[in-house]
């Protein structure tokens, strides 16, 4: 058998249209190695997935300790790793929130949150954002939708809005009437109609290219969604465990959100796990309504899950990201500047993305694209958002500081090749 991507794309469905790729053999700490033997230094993650960083092996012992005793269990039991991974997770996220439902990933935790909010509040209409990306079932796509899925997929789920990007996550407002002027005129008139029954949306945007707003937004958010008897959900699928130097980006502003949603950072990418976290009363009301999936927390993946937040905070990887976060917009800053094609850099924890620009200013797609491959073939891996034309980084959060200083010096060579 000849373990090529292109012959492996043959009988293996795809999703995506970019055409590249390569066949992975293994991976540890932060470096990824193909099938023959090249080294990449990973500053993707996997899309804020492995945030632990690869084959760590208390991972590997906490997933053979648990398989010695039951991989499974009917969806009428519960294991041990259930019970303290509930606790932990209501531990780590604020009061109060304190009931978790079970997914096997960040779109079903999506679903859940929608159903749950239909379903305590008795109304229908969900207000999400352009540009945001909450998964590709039928009702988190629906929330992201595009006019293209439209058109192929629809009908979407009803009632859902999709609002434009307020501007406090590209401008940060300056003062709370300067936000209800500026970022609530849409939001606002929607919520005040009554009929809404959840906003969601990431506390710090990533797949539209990370944009943090200012602390205005989210008081604001806040109080439109009590005022309206909505809920406010929080998708914090690729932001949390310590992406952006906070256990969970909502941490970086002073709320609590009705519903949270997790999955990617949960286990590290050992296993599938994702979870909605809410109140008992909004919990209560999915009662009867909602269903447990068959793999949803399977005691493999709790073991897995629990191992790696002891891994995040023993290490203490929310400082980590925090340190070596500002560490690599400081380098970038500083190594790309006057480098063509280069425009604004920014980041959160270690969650940056560079938008790559064509002379005259405008967004350049393929000059992003190209950024990603050429990086690809000298040892880097990186990702990109096509919506701001991004190219994006989001190392482990384990990375050494050496490795952090080569990807970035194949990044630079990288932008130094382009030529429009
Ligand atoms: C913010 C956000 N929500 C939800 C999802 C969907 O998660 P999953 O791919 O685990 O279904 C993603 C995936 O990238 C995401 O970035």
């Given at each position: 058998m000849i373990l090529k991507w292109e012959s492996s794309q043959r009988h293996i469905g795809s999703t995506?249209?970019?055409?590249h790729g390569f066949v992975v053999e293994k991976a540890y700490g932060a470096t990824i190695v193909d099938i023959d033997g090249r080294e990449y230094i990973d500053f993707s993650s996997g899309w804020n997935t492995a945030n632990i960083g690869w084959g760590r092996p208390e991972i590997k012992q906490a997933i053979l300790r648990q398989l010695e005793k039951t991989a499974f269990r009917p969806v009428w039991c519960v294991s041990e790793p259930e019970i303290k991974l509930a606790e932990k997770l209501v531990a780590l996220t604020p009061n109060p929130l304190e009931v978790c439902f079970k997914a096997t990933g960040g779109t079903e935790s999506n679903e859940i949150a929608l159903m749950l909010a239909r379903s305590y509040t008795t109304k229908s209409k969900i207000i999400s954002f352009e540009t945001e990306y909450h998964g590709g079932t039928y009702g988190s796509l629906s929330l992201s939708r595009t006019k293209i899925v439209t058109k192929k997929l629809g009908p979407m789920l009803p009632d859902i809005v999709q609002v434009s990007l307020p501007p406090c996550f590209f401008d940060p407002c300056m003062s709370i009437s300067d936000c209800r002027d500026r970022c609530f005129t849409e939001i606002g008139e929607l919520l005040s109609a009554?009929?809404?029954?959840a906003v969601i949306i990431e506390a710090v945007l990533t797949n539209p290219g990370v944009f943090k707003p200012g602390l205005t937004f989210f008081s604001e958010l806040r109080r439109r969604c009590d005022e309206a008897k909505a809920l406010l959900i929080i998708d914090e699928v690729g932001t949390g465990f310590g992406r952006t130097g906070k256990m969970f980006a909502i941490e970086h502003f002073n709320i609590v959100p009705d519903i949270m949603t997790i999955a990617k950072g949960l286990s590290g990418g050992y296993v599938p796990i994702g979870a909605t976290i809410t109140t008992k009363e909004i919990a209560r009301s999915g009662k009867g309504v909602l269903d447990t999936p068959t793999?949803?927390?399977t005691p493999l993946a709790c073991a897995a899950a629990l191992a790696s937040i002891e891994i995040i905070e023993k290490e203490q990887l929310c400082n980590r990201a925090d340190e070596m976060g500002k560490y690599i917009r400081d380098q970038l800053s500083k190594l790309l500047r006057n480098v063509p094609f280069v425009g604004n850099i920014r980041g959160v924890g270690m969650e940056l993305a560079i938008d790559v620009v064509k002379a005259n200013g405008e967004r350049w797609y393929e000059g992003a694209a190209r950024v990603v491959s050429e990086s690809e073939k000298k040892g880097l891996i990186i990702e990109m958002t096509g919506s701001v034309c991004a190219v994006m980084l989001m190392p482990p959060l384990i990375i050494t500081k050496e490795q952090i200083d080569i990807g970035i010096s194949r990044l630079v060579e990288s932008f130094k090749s382009l030529k429009s």
């Open positions: 995506v249209d970019w055409g009554g009929d809404v029954a793999f949803g927390w």
